[in-house]
């Protein structure tokens, strides 16, 4: 079990805790234990397919292919979407981003935006973003505890005010901001706008529903994502389980998001409580997990 020091971000908006990350110039450092003071990064390198399976190391090389965040909103968040890796290489980017959000306990009547609600075209997009009415052709919807909102590159989105989210996304910063609602900086300037980059990005596909429907069981996992860059299942525990990692080609992390318990694998025990964040090697055969707690559980 390795645990890391999160790294902590003020924004114009609010603020991200950065739990686990391989991003360049912002990765977590090992708090605890052997490894402790290594990065992310370095620690891939060391152990390699120890650490985050044979297939993983295969395609990602020294570099972890994911990034965790807990984010908390204190005022909207600009419109933004996310290219996929066939765009971020055609404009010059490493790779593009997917990611999932699972809502935490938000703020009564908190509100998050996530799709398209009606047809438009690139032309449309443009116009819209100009003339302050792109919000008018998104998906809005409020947000409570447990809510899932997958988010696949190109998908317009945005988290409002109030919202407390876990955020599993590919390790990648390259977010292209669509509208900001004419907010200025410190400076007194306006943020950049990324209209172009956005328009080639953006998903153009309206579907019926945007927020992941899922059955809310006790004492057993359910699956709420699976894609090429993660599959995330969220836990509730109430009485004590163990989970077999023997046949999994990966390292697993586990998020817990409500309540406190403890956890026990490779002869160690730690208290896992909310906001713990743990990163499970490739190597780890199997865990046994007590108390009342709910988790996410991820990996590759």
């Not at 996304?169 to 669509?178: A, G, K, L, M």
């Not at 409500?258 to 025990?269: L, N, P, S, V, W």
């Amino acid at each position: 079990m390795i645990k890391f020091e999160p790294l902590l971000k003020q924004l114009i908006w609010g603020s991200e805790s950065w739990e686990i990350s391989g991003v360049k110039d912002n990765e977590t450092i090992v708090s605890e234990g052997e490894y402790k003071g290594k990065s992310l990064n370095e620690l891939v390198h060391e152990l390699k397919a120890e650490l985050v399976g044979q297939e993983n190391y295969e395609r990602f090389g020294d570099e972890f292919p994911l990034l965790i965040k807990f984010i908390d909103a204190h005022q909207d968040l600009s419109i933004q979407v996310h290219p996929t890796d066939e765009i971020a290489h055609r404009q010059g980017k490493t790779r593009g981003k997917t990611e999932m959000w699972y809502a935490l306990e938000c703020e009564p009547g908190a509100q998050l935006y996530n799709g398209l609600k009606q047809q438009i075209t690139p032309e449309q997009y443009k116009q819209m973003v100009e003339n302050d009415t792109i919000t008018d052709a998104l998906a809005r919807y409020e947000v409570s505890e447990g809510d899932v909102f997958f988010i696949p590159a190109g998908r317009i989105h945005a988290i409002g005010a109030g919202c407390r989210v876990a955020e599993i996304q590919q390790t990648s910063d390259v977010t292209y901001r669509i509208y900001d609602y004419k907010r200025k900086d410190k400076n007194g300037n306006y943020r950049e706008l990324h209209t172009e980059l956005a328009a080639e990005s953006i998903d153009y596909t309206v579907l019926p529903n945007y927020r992941t429907e899922y059955e809310r069981t006790q004492n057993e996992g359910v699956q709420v994502a699976s894609c090429p860059y993660f599959t995330t299942a969220v836990y509730d525990l109430t009485e004590p389980m163990t989970l077999d990692y023997t046949e999994l080609d990966s390292f697993v992390i586990l998020i817990a998001v409500k309540g406190e318990g403890t956890i026990k694998a490779a002869g160690q025990e730690n208290t896992f409580k909310m906001g713990d964040t743990i990163l499970l090697p490739a190597s780890t055969a199997e865990v046994k997990i007590e108390g009342t707690v709910k988790f996410l559980e991820t990996f590759v």
